[in-house]
Nanobody
């Protein structure tokens, strides 16, 4: 059974940092495209970052480029999202998602992902 479990969310002041983790089980991590999405209150879910199985590249949304870094540890079967210089507009529930091979519908299209975690809340506030 494929499962993804996010952790590391919390309350942080503007300008601060957090590292999110996503523990994967039930599948071989490096056979999948892995992504982080987020959903702010009253807004649609949006893509944040992706490690593509297809071309090996790491993609970022323009809104987080230069501030967020995505990585993975295949041995630990864990995906990370290091978030620096956090802004109030980064407040959201952050989700980890996986798609076998892929991405087939564009790295930033949530419809292409097969598996999702339940999310972890990040609140950026003073």
């Amino acid at each position: 059974q494929v499962t993804l479990v996010e952790s590391g969310g919390g309350l942080v002041q503007p300008g601060g940092s957090l590292r999110l983790s996503c523990a994967a089980s039930g599948f071989t991590l490096d056979h999948y495209t892995i992504a982080w999405f987020r959903q702010a209150p009253g807004k649609e879910r949006e893509a944040v970052s992706c490690i593509s199985k297809r071309d090996g590249r790491i993609y970022y949304a323009d809104s987080v480029k230069g501030r967020f870094t995505m990585s993975r540890d295949n041995f630990k079967k864990t995906i990370y999202l290091q978030m620096n210089s956090l802004k109030r507009e980064d407040t959201a529930v952050y989700y980890c998602a996986a798609e076998v091979l892929g991405p087939t519908m564009g790295w930033d299209n949530s419809a292409g992902y097969d598996y999702w975690g339940k999310g972890t809340l990040v609140t950026v506030s003073s």
